[in-house]
């Protein structure tokens, strides 16, 4: 099996920074892309970041100069640096992962971690 454990949320305040990590552990040949996904109370989820293997990176608009997004493929690890967040980031993070392991490309998804940003 694959699992997906993420870590890193938490309450900070506007302005404030944090730093999710993922880690994907189980029998994977390789991993291809890496993501980060957010669901806000009442919205649907939407795509934060990702990066592929070859560490060529996307953002969404409304993160482009404050997120940055890395992975560490030794340690099977996809980080998020979130830097002056703002109230509406406020929402339940995923990462995401689309890896190979032995029959296709699958995607997988982690539990979630609450990130809250106020005052």
């Not at 993420?6 to 309450?11: A, D, P």
């Not at 669901?39 to 953002?59: C, H, L, M, W």
């Not at 409304?62 to 002056?84: C, P, Q």
Request: proline share 3%.
């Amino acid at each position: 099996q694959v699992q997906l454990v993420e870590s890193g949320g938490g309450l900070v305040q506007p302005g404030g920074s944090l730093r999710l990590s993922c880690v994907v552990s189980g029998m994977i040949i390789s991993i291809n892309t890496m993501g980060w996904h957010r669901q806000a109370p009442g919205k649907e989820r939407e795509s934060v970041a990702f990066i592929t293997r070859a560490d060529i990176t996307n953002y969404a608009d409304s993160v482009k100069g404050r997120f940055t997004i890395s992975r560490d493929n030794a340690k099977n690890t996809v980080y998020l640096e979130m830097k002056s967040l703002e109230p509406h980031d406020t929402a339940i993070y995923y990462c995401n992962v689309r890896l190979n392991r032995g029959f296709g490309l699958q995607d997988y998804w982690g539990q979630g971690t609450q990130v809250t940003v106020s005052s």
